[in-house]
């Protein structure tokens, strides 16, 4: 009975069929009527107007714990790269030396009963060495060789980053760290809520130390020692929202500095066996949070810091251990963190470790088949006419001293369009990859990364590299490049659609791209200049105006509520906000340039600013688990997506004309918010 019930659920269910890999890449239109809800008012409800079809028709697939237009062409490019992945990881001739990694890397990774048959074995050299220190002294190398070889984060992290006062170097960052779960703030808050999640995290870190081999009462001791460390630490490192000021994150010294904070700690060995001895210059992110960990290190007896370690290894190793392990991890961090129901498929989780791990190899193969030359020039033209919207509204913005705008205008000129993929790929040569020895392969990778990361340190910046890959569906400006980085993968139908008008283009990709620019212009941004050093070139008075102006879009954001009683953190999300309301005002410029003198028509019903408007919002259709919006509400610097487009729009009078919206309707703001 129970069966036939079950095959009767999944039979009316097709939404959820097995997927199976792309062959190419399926068309969703830019601008999808039937994804709106056309009974709403869109003066009431914009965002249920232009997706309230999408969000009922889109139900959140059990293996994820949100479900958006960008998450589902993500997944799409996935299993497009499926079916690359699976071609070549045929063992056989004609295959690239970059071919042949990917390749046999993901039929490693799909060879379930090796890796099941290997258990938690692969663990134990790390657990070996932790086991065998006899003091302290043993720490550092123990550390290091765990950081670079598993990616773990265990009581702080290393790695290398643009020098914020000279942008032509690249210096050693210390970073804080230490924690398992993933924001100081879910060991701080005590609410109900927030002690319940913590409670059920002591009891995944126990069930993990038994999957070690540790009998029940010493696995909940354990445990419990592990959450009074991260605690502490929790405590003593920033909020994310101090964490948006870049001069609270810039403490330059030298070694003898940096050994004078953790006296107990010897980062001699410790850099030696990360393979960058000697090095002299370094940034402290925080400071205090180094003194604390000193004081942690003299205070903790060998034994605590060995319980602590074991789970951390554990912690990082876990996802490419047997089922036991991936089930486990997945159970707190995937089921109850976020609310997912099922773990991932194993292709889906392979197809992801690829991208992270030999992300521009597997990239090369996506953009070789998905992103034409066409696309490109397209896409650039795009962004050139944003660029030169942001250019006309500074020479015309009244706030602004003329001072203050030529510094702003050679900031402006100065920014980089990379659109797409990297000019050169990146060279995994010296990853050996094997195709009976999947952990070991994550392990040669994760060294590699480290290496390649940590090698950056004392040579000039690469300002080609890219911090995302070619398939990801997604953008970002970085405030030391400043350069704005457009990856293939959301340069794709629904977001950009050749097919389409420029209308819901420019409303939606142009928004993107206007929010990347912007951001070269927020509250965390402006603190870069052309060149991307920390310097305040602004005046006293020109910073007064903007922060007035940004304190706005704070005050409004902080009243939208995200899940029951919790409301947005608009100090966290100010940068993003400030974007989403500047990148649309830019691209409605910039259509309106680019139309000038033709005359768009309607379609559909909709006139072309309606399409405008509703093109963008159909980028921000969602829909979120509840455990998924808490989470997101203490690590997400982007507000949900209903804000991101009825925020907007409030304080757009272009909206408001183009939908004929009467004073006083709940989408028109009688005090609106305007930065850029
Ligand atoms: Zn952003």
Redesign the pocket.
């Known amino acids: 009975m129970r069966k036939l019930f079950l095959l009767l659920a999944l039979a009316s269910c097709p939404l959820f069929a097995a997927e199976t890999p792309l062959a190419s890449l399926p068309y969703t239109p830019g601008l999808d009527v039937s994804a709106m809800d056309k009974s709403a008012d869109p003066c009431v409800d914009f965002y249920r107007y232009a997706c309230g079809g999408w969000i009922k028709n889109n139900p959140i697939p059990p293996d994820e714990s949100r479900w958006s237009v960008y998450g589902k062409l993500a997944r799409e490019n996935q299993r497009f790269l499926w079916g690359i992945l699976e071609g070549l990881a045929k063992n056989g001739a004609g295959r690239s030396a970059a071919q042949q990694k990917i390749g046999d890397y993901f039929a490693a990774c799909m060879d379930e009963a090796a890796v099941e048959k290997s258990g938690g074995r692969p663990l134990k050299p790390h657990l070996d060495r932790i086991f065998r220190m006899k003091s302290m002294r043993d720490l550092p190398a123990v550390l290091a060789r765990l950081h670079i070889e598993t990616a773990s984060g265990a009581f702080f992290g290393i790695d290398s980053n643009q020098d914020y006062a000279d942008a032509t170097r690249v210096i050693a960052f210390a970073a804080a760290g230490g924690l398992g779960l993933p924001d100081r703030d879910f060991y701080t808050k005590d609410d109900d809520k927030s002690k319940e999640l913590r409670t059920r995290y002591a009891a995944h870190v126990a069930r993990m130390f038994g999957l070690l081999g540790d009998p029940p009462g010493a696995a909940r001791r354990e445990a419990a020692k592990v959450i009074e460390i991260e605690t502490v630490l929790a405590k003593a490192s920033l909020t994310r929202t101090q964490r948006r000021d870049p001069h609270q994150l810039f403490h330059k010294t030298d070694a003898k500095g940096l050994k004078a904070l953790t006296p107990g700690f010897d980062w001699d060995v410790y850099l030696k066996t990360a393979g960058v001895a000697g090095l002299n210059t370094f940034n402290v992110t925080e400071p205090e949070f180094f003194k604390e960990l000193d004081k942690q290190w003299q205070s903790l007896g060998l034994a605590d810091i060995k319980t602590y370690l074991r789970w951390h290894a554990a912690h990082a190793g876990a996802p490419f251990l047997s089922s036991t392990f991936v089930n486990e991890d997945f159970d707190f961090f995937g089921r109850t963190l976020w609310g997912t129901p099922e773990l991932k498929p194993r292709w889906k989780r392979c197809v992801a470790l690829v991208d992270a791990q030999l992300g521009e190899a597997l990239g090369e193969e996506f953009v070789n088949r998905a992103f034409g030359a066409e696309l490109k020039r397209k896409t650039l033209h795009m962004t050139k006419q944003i660029e030169q919207a942001m250019h006309d509204e500074l020479v015309d913005l009244d706030w602004m001293s003329a001072a203050t705008k030529e510094k702003a205008l050679e900031k402006l000129r100065a920014m980089v369009n990379k659109i797409g993929y990297p000019d050169k790929w990146r060279d995994y040569g010296s990853v050996e990859v094997r195709r009976d020895d999947f952990f070991g392969n994550v392990a040669r990778a994760n060294l590699f990364e480290s290496r390649r990361n940590l090698a950056k340190i004392g040579k000039p910046v690469d300002r080609g590299e890219w911090r995302m890959t070619p398939p990801t569906v997604n ?3 970085n405030p030391q490049t400043n350069d704005i980085n457009f990856a293939a993968g959301v340069l794709q139908p629904p977001l950009y659609d050749p097919k389409m008008d420029d209308a819901p283009n420019y409303g939606n990709t142009g928004g993107t791209i206007g ?2 620019l912007t ?1 070269g212009f927020d509250d965390e941004g402006r603190h870069f200049d052309a060149r991307g050093n920390l310097r305040d070139w602004w005046t006293e008075k020109d910073a007064k105006e903007f922060n007035d102006r940004a304190q706005c879009i704070v005050d409004q954001y902080a009243r939208y509520t995200i899940v029951d009683d919790v409301r947005i953190n608009s100090k966290l999300t100010e ?2 906000d400030i ?2 309301l500047g990148g649309l005002v830019l691209a409605w410029l910039a259509w309106k340039a680019e139309t000038a003198g033709a005359r768009p028509e309607s379609r559909d019903g909709f006139t072309p600013e309606q399409r405008f408007f509703v093109g963008y919002a159909q980028w921000a259709c969602e829909r979120h688990r509840p455990e998924d919006l808490r989470a997101r509400a203490l690590t997400d ?2 507000s949900p997506g209903k804000y991101r487009v009825n925020g907007l729009v409030v304080n757009m009078p272009e909206f408001e004309r183009a939908f004929s919206c009467k004073a006083g309707a709940p989408m028109v703001r009688e005090n609106r918010c305007r930065v850029w």
């Open positions: 953008a970002y400006y929010h990347e951001h940068g993003e974007a989403d610097a982007h």
